[in-house]
């Protein structure tokens, strides 16, 4: 999966440093768009198989932090990701874990 595009997305905290996440997956829960993401580390290799941001191997699924952030579109082809309040996020965290999104296309929950 090296040579895939990556959905990387670049923020800036609140001392100006900038923080680049990578997209995971996208998904709807009643009726509003979502996205789980990831800190990416262009350098970060997987300590199994050495090769970047493993995602084929067994050993890839080491639990990381996972970001959930709100996808509210601006403009015509722009769209801005909003930060969820924790009890929200530990809902779509629970929900995401048992699979409930799994294989779901665009449906709401």
Do not use: H, W
């Not at 609140?14 to 680049?20: G, L, S």
């Not at 403009?75 to 048992?98: I, M, Q, T």
């Amino acid at each position: 999966m090296e040579n895939q595009e990556r959905d990387l997305v670049v923020f800036k905290d609140e001392n100006d440093k900038e923080i680049t996440m990578e997209v995971l997956d996208y998904f709807f829960y009643e009726g509003e768009e979502y996205a789980t993401l990831v800190e990416y580390d262009p350098n970060s290799k997987c300590a199994a198989c050495e090769t970047q941001s493993c995602d084929t191997c067994e050993a890839g699924n080491e639990q990381v932090d996972v970001t959930i952030m709100k996808i509210v579109p601006v403009g015509d082809d722009e769209e801005e990701f909003v930060p969820v309040d924790d009890s929200l996020a530990a809902r779509l965290v629970e929900l995401l874990n048992s699979g409930a999104f799994d294989g779901a296309n665009d449906d709401d929950e």
